[in-house]
């Protein structure tokens, strides 16, 4: 005989505001309803292994299956089942305090992650796309009676006697008619493959086609013919189940094909298992970013009990490591979890503190290992550690051993060597040690070529991070300053208080410099006249250092005052070399049209290096060197 009854909660409204509410995230529902079946299949081998079955528990198979006449989609299990009683405690009871409280706190919300977490409502997401949900269940317990349970999305149900053989529960959602999207095999399979690929239990999901040997012809070559196969969608024992101790590289590398098709393989990887005082596996691997729509395709995958969760990591994850690929697997973090609770969850805090130390053990142990297959990948680590360092004190003080310094010969030194590399020369007169780095050697070549002859050093640092770097550094080191090969002359560079005697008088100088604004005619071209060697460049351009590095933060991130700066115009120093011939020439020259016309011609020599000259000067320049080689 059938029994009715009334769901017991405390407000009418709780199945509207499911489906409401739930409903921008609706495929979760299959994520729920499978997760239960696996919670119920580990029950019983739990009981199994405790000798409290006294049968083998023979095929745990999870299947799920679709039926687009009838509309149904089911999940059925073998695990423990229940009992009238057991369905009427579990599943009648939503079993939450203050529901009223609820309702008001979430019915001007969608965030569906956390009203499941809060209030376990893992079942009933199923009707966010079904207009009735029946249960037919059967315990494991000897002579037990199987139950049907039907509800129709409402508060109400109906429980009765069913006839099922075997031990085990079946979910049968009616789907709803604005949710038969889901009456679709590839779009079932789709939901499946992204939340239940590596669940602990075996799930099937229809068939496939597999063609296999079936004798010879006539002519004895094999013949095939085409059979049905399970489809078993998910890997029961995923990689990071395993101990790292049982894994070659080559397992490793397939997982990280499997989880990333048509990626380049990665450069290293770190295997996660810890048990204390929070528990986490996983598999972070470090991989060769090519570009931005890599870097946001390929994110870590978050999962809890090998269920996947997200791949919205950002605060389980340090974020200067959001670039890394890969998984991260752990039961404290629960199966709904919203952004709120990760961001003040005490394991997610000590998750994420655990992830930075393991990153920097590793590559400490990969540069004293190996340092010449570290030195190879720094191109493609690199970012990660300069922002690791910028990002996390902590992680600074174990980076700075091992982070590293490239310079334009593409040597390598850690940040310690390289002080010892370049203080002898590189010391100005107020016993700073300069660090002379490019952003470009190709634009900045005769800088940096005017360096090297000084017998100066100079380092690449061409990053999209580097700008933010190098002002973080030059923090960090006592006593050092980093300048760009064209912030200034190069005996300006290194200041070491050594004075050049001027060819000029003070009233030629003078001359020079009035020649030379009016041949420019720029009011953001500050013109000096100073005393260089004769085998320096007649005029060179640069911009300060100060400058141009409130240039390069406003245009990559740095906002309020480098963001202003960014907006001021550009502000150029033309450095003229009183002791250069051309200079010479200027001045003996008996016409002053002459004199501008040489001026001109030597300052826009000096804005060609620069990459700086363009349309209608780029012409003119080049017009007017033809005359002066026809002359």
């Known amino acids: 005989m059938a029994e ?9 409204n709780i199945f509207p505001i499911i489906k409401k509410f739930l409903y921008s995230d609706h495929e979760i529902f299959l994520r729920e309803l499978v997760s239960n079946a696996v919670d119920a299949t580990q029950k019983l081998k739990r009981l199994s292994s405790l000798g409290e079955l006294k049968e083998d528990i023979g ?13 149904t989609i089911t999940v059925k299990d073998r695990g423990i089942g229940m009992t009238a009683e057991e369905i009427k405690k579990y599943i009648n009871q939503i079993a939450f305090s203050g529901a009223t409280e609820f309702v008001e706190k979430f019915k001007d919300k969608g965030d569906a992650k956390d009203i499941i977490g809060k209030f376990g409502l893992g079942f009933y997401s199923a009707f966010m796309v079904a207009k009735e949900v029946e249960i037919v269940s059967k315990s494991y317990q000897e002579n037990s009676e199987a139950a049907k349970w039907v509800c129709d999305g409402s508060t109400e149900f109906e429980i009765s006697v069913a006839k099922k053989k075997d031990r085990g529960t079946e979910v049968i959602l009616h789907i709803a008619e604005d949710s038969e999207e889901f009456l679709d095999e590839w779009k079932i399979k789709g939901i499946l493959d992204k939340y239940c690929k590596f669940l602990p239990v075996e799930i099937q999901f229809g068939a496939t086609d597999e063609s296999v040997e079936d004798g010879k012809d006539d002519d004895g070559k094999p013949k095939y013919k085409t059979v049905k196969k399970d489809r078993i969608i998910n890997e029961t024992e995923p990689l990071w189940t ?32 810890v048990d204390y005082p929070f528990n986490l596996t996983g598999i972070l691997y470090f991989p060769k970013v090519k ?13 809890s009990r090998q269920v996947f969760i997200t791949d919205e990591v950002k605060d389980v994850v340090p974020e200067f490591l959001m670039l890394l690929h890969g998984v991260i697997d752990s039961p404290d973090i629960p199966l709904n979890v919203s952004r709120s609770y990760l961001q003040s969850d005490s394991n997610v805090k000590k998750i994420n503190s655990h992830i930075t130390k393991k990153v920097a053990d590793k590559l400490g142990e990969l540069f004293k290992k190996d340092r010449k297959s570290y030195e190879e990948k720094w191109n493609d680590i690199g970012i990660f550690v300069k922002y690791g360092m910028l990002s996390e004190d902590k992680f600074y003080e174990k980076a700075k051993d091992f982070a590293l310094f490239k310079n334009t010969d593409n040597a390598f ?14 010391t100005d007169k107020d016993k700073n040690v300069i660090y002379l780095y490019t952003t470009d050697e190709g634009k900045q070549h005769a800088y ?24 973080f ?8 300053q980093l300048k760009r090969v064209d912030a200034s002359t190069v005996d300006k560079l290194v200041d070491k208080d050594e004075k050049i005697d001027s ?13 030379f604004e009016g041949a420019i005619s720029n009011e953001n071209m500050k013109v000096a006249i100073e005393s260089l060697s004769p085998d320096e460049l007649p005029v060179t351009i640069t911009m300060s250092e100060f400058m141009r590095r409130m240039k390069d933060m406003s245009q990559t991130g740095g906002g309020g005052y480098y963001a202003m700066m960014g907006n001021m115009p550009d502000q150029f120093d033309v450095t003229v070399n009183a002791n250069h011939p051309v200079v010479s020439k200027i001045l003996k020259s008996k016409k002053e049209e002459k004199k501008q016309q040489l001026a001109k011609q030597a300052f826009d020599l000096a804005m060609l290096s620069q990459n700086m000259l363009t349309g209608a000067d780029l012409t003119n320049f080049i017009n007017r060197t033809v005359e002066l080689a026809a002359e």
């Open 242 to 273: 395993k101990s790292p101790s049982e894994l070659k590289d080559e397992d490793y590398l397939k997982f990280y094909r499997e989880l990333y098709p048509m990626t380049d393989d990665p450069l290293f990887w770190i295997h996660l298992n």
């Open 59 to 71: 095929s745990t198979r999870i299947e799920v299956s679709f039926d687009k006449k009838k509309k």
């Open 4 to 12: 009715k009854g009334t769901i017991s909660i405390h407000t009418e």
């Open 473 to 480: 550094i030059e923090q960090k080191l006592e006593t050092t």
């Open 291 to 303: 570009n931005d729509f890599e870097v946001q395709k390929n994110k870590i995958q978050l999962y």
């Open 413 to 426: 030194f850690t940040l310690d060597e390289y002080k010892e590399k370049v203080k002898d020369n590189q």
């Open 503 to 515: 060819v000029l008088s003070e009233k030629e100088t003078e001359k020079v410099k009035t020649i």
């Open 448 to 471: 940096v070529e005017a360096a090297k002859k000084k017998a100066y050093d100079v380092l690449l640092m061409n990053t999209m991070i580097d700008s933010h770097f190098i002002n």
